[in-house]
C-alpha cells in the first residue's frame, strides 16, 4: 500500500470516486512519477513536485501550481470551472475533465523534465 493509497483510505463517497479518477488520470499521464506526500495532501513528483490533489469541502482540488493554472485558464473559464492562482477546483456534482486534466500534467511533465 502507498503513501496515497493510505491517505485515500480515509475518503469515501463521491469525494473518493473524483480523487480516484484523479488520480488515475494523473498516473496514466505521468508515469514516471513517483508519490509522496507533500504539504499534507497526495502529491506526484517528477523532478520536484508535479501535481498535488486534495478533496475540498464541496469540490476536489487539483493542485498543478501557478504554471500550470496559467497554462489551462482559457479552458477553465470555457467549462466555468473555479481557479486560483496554484489551484482548481472540480466540483462534486460534475464529471471531471479527464482531457483537460491529463493536458495540464502533461504540460507539468514536460516542465519538470526541462528542470531535470
Known sequence: MSVIDDYLSSVS?????????????IVEAAPEASEAI?????????????VHF???????????GADGV???AARLDDLGLR????????ALDRELPGEL???IVAFRVEQQRERG
Not at 507533500?38 to 508535479?50: A, D, E, F, R, V
Open 101 to 103: 486534466i491529463a493536458s
Open 70 to 72: 496559467s497554462f489551462a
Open 13 to 25: 463517497g463521491r469525494h473518493r470516486e473524483l480523487l480516484d479518477q484523479l488520480r488515475a488520470i
Open 38 to 50: 507533500s504539504w499534507g495532501m497526495p502529491t506526484y513528483k517528477l523532478n520536484g513536485n508535479l
Open 54 to 64: 486534495a478533496p475540498g469541502k464541496s469540490h476536489v482540488g487539483l493542485y498543478p
Open 83 to 90: 481557479y486560483s492562482k496554484g489551484a482548481i477546483q472540480f
